[in-house]
């Protein structure tokens, strides 16, 4: 019984180990939309969206970090990084996850508000499972409306790297409140925890590994921002 007990002790330990050593290398790459001369979407109140998809992109990189992640950026400061540089940074590291932040408007309807999640669609069917699972997961934590995991093939930092990738439209400048949420710090930090814990669930579930590199058909032509 004491020797069915200690091999239990010591199969758990090897698991837990080789768990944690499998997250530490797994390399998110974080990439903050627009930046520089690209000022992207403006808010309500006047903030540009390349600064609210900084400050929401570092702190979700924080989080991550703190959870052992490798945690590697396109854009850590207010600079120009075009598509194709962003591109290069994720196959360059090699990334497992590339996470766009940025963050939404809309043409009518001050009221519209919640988290939208873009992803590749492959022909299985994997990254759309794990995007609406990714989406689920962050809407939960993060207290906020679903406003749908959509595909999209016409994105670059989704079809230009090899990488499982999604882009998170954090929430909609257009409405005024999630507007002055999505500009306070206290929100940030909480949009970053919110990252990082659904990162891990998912890597619980193993998500990851089963959708990873299942995005084989990239178009290459296609080199739209959003
Ligand atoms: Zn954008």
């Known amino acids: 019984m004491r020797k069915k007990l200690f091999f239990l002790i010591v199969f758990i330990s090897a698991a837990a180990i080789l768990y944690w050593q499998w997250s530490k290398s797994f390399v998110i790459v974080i990439d903050p939309g627009h930046g520089g001369d690209d000022p992207g979407a403006i808010s309500v ?12 992109a570092l702190q979700a990189g924080a989080a991550l970090e703190k959870e052992g992640y490798d945690v590697r950026y396109t854009r850590t400061t207010d600079e120009t990084v075009s598509l194709d540089e962003r591109i290069q940074v994720a196959n360059e590291a090699q990334a497992d996850l590339v996470l766009s932040i940025h963050a939404n408007t809309v043409e009518v309807g001050t009221d519209v508000r919640g988290v939208q999640l873009l992803y590749y ?9 794990a995007a609406n699972r990714f989406l689920h997961l962050l809407i939960e934590s993060l207290r906020s409306i ?38 306070s710090e206290s929100y940030q930090k909480r949009f970053g925890l919110s990252v990082a814990r659904t990162v891990n669930a998912l890597m619980k579930e ?21």
């Open 121 to 129: 669609p492959d022909e299985e069917g994997t990254n759309e499972a």
């Open 146 to 183: 679903n406003q749908g995991a959509i595909e999209r093939t016409d994105l670059a930092v989704l079809n230009g790297s090899t990488a499982q990738s999604f882009l998170i439209e954090a929430g909609f400048l257009t409405n005024p409140q999630e507007a002055r949420w999505l500009e």
């Open 45 to 56: 109140t006047g903030t540009y969206e390349k600064e609210i998809a900084l400050a929401l």
């Open 206 to 226: 193993r998500v990851f590994v089963e959708t990873r590199k299942s995005s084989t058909v990239r178009n290459e032509d296609d080199t739209m921002s959003e």
